[in-house]
């Protein structure tokens, strides 16, 4: 928590000068996940990054927000060079610092073209189908373990990496060159709706185990274990005086506790 006097300090910057002098900078990086995180410096940049500019901006820490891909996000981010890791599971890093307080949920949804007659209702279905994953990404163990048993036959399983890896492989997936994604069905259905391309595609299913998302702080710094204590707490005040619900709705989505 910060002390009185530098509360103080930020309310007479505040008041006095024409530009914001921020006390400290949080940077928090990921790849894009929209809904949950977009692009940086628009009206949208995502609800998790909204959510994280409410809570710390209160305490006078402005919030750099940066694309990078995912797997370089995690590493730079366990190593110190950055602060916190958007979207974040507590099996894609845990030895990351979390917050108490989770940001959403997430269960992992399957998509195929329309004319597929495909559907995903036990965990064998995946095996009859080619699908398009994302390198480093959380799809619970029992995925990750056919993942990792067939990521060199890409007859099986085609892994993305790089930028906009969820939009390439929606393209992939209508081009016929695999047969199913897999993600969270909130940023799918968003991704799908900028590409114009929603009505070219559909549900098939969606796995049980539900898993939690947060913002993560790195495990090498000492500011982590601050950074996660004021979220969880802002997190609780937004939640309690309605504004976390503001937040959501911005992007068509509900409170999930």
């Known amino acids: 928590m910060p002390t ?21 900078t949080v940077t928090l990086v990921a790849d894009e996940w929209p809904p949950f995180n977009a692009t940086p410096n628009t ?9 994280a500019r409410a809570v710390f901006e209160k305490y006078g820490i402005q919030v750099s927000y940066k694309l990078i891909p995912w797997r370089r996000a995690v590493e730079f981010t366990r190593a110190g060079t950055y602060h916190g890791l958007i979207g974040a599971s507590k099996t894609d890093a845990p030895d990351f610092i979390f917050p108490s307080e989770e940001l959403s949920r997430n ?5 195929v073209r329309k004319d597929s007659p495909w559907v995903f ?10 699908l398009g994953v994302i390198a480093g990404y959380d799809y619970r163990q029992w995925l990750l373990d056919y993942i990792e048993a067939h990521k060199n036959d890409p007859r099986k399983i085609q892994v ?10 929606i393209l992939k997936l209508l081009n016929n060159r695999i047969d199913a994604i897999v993600d969270n069905e909130a940023v799918i259905l968003h991704v799908a709706r900028r590409m114009g391309v929603n009505d070219q595609i559909k549900p098939a299913g969606h796995g049980s ?24 707490e802002g997190v609780v005040q937004l ?18 506790k």
Not at 226 to 232: D, G, H, N, P, V
Not at 239 to 256: C, E, F, H, N, P
Request: overall charge positive.
């Open 209 to 232: 185990e539900i898993a939690y998302i947060y913002i993560a702080f790195s495990p090498k710094r000492a500011d982590s274990q601050r950074y996660a204590r004021m979220l969880s």
């Open 239 to 256: 939640r309690r005086t309605g504004q976390l619900a503001v937040i959501l709705s911005k992007y068509g989505l509900k409170d999930w």
């Open 43 to 51: 009206s949208q940049e995502g609800v998790l990054v909204d959510v």
């Open 121 to 130: 209702r036990n965990n064998s279905d995946i095996e009859s189908v080619w």
């Open 4 to 24: 009185r006097s530098l509360t103080i300090s930020v309310i007479i910057l505040l008041l006095f000068c024409p530009t914001i002098v921020w006390a400290e």
């Open 160 to 169: 993305m990496t790089g930028h906009q890896p969820l939009q390439r492989n």
């Open 107 to 111: 269960v992992i949804s399957f998509y």
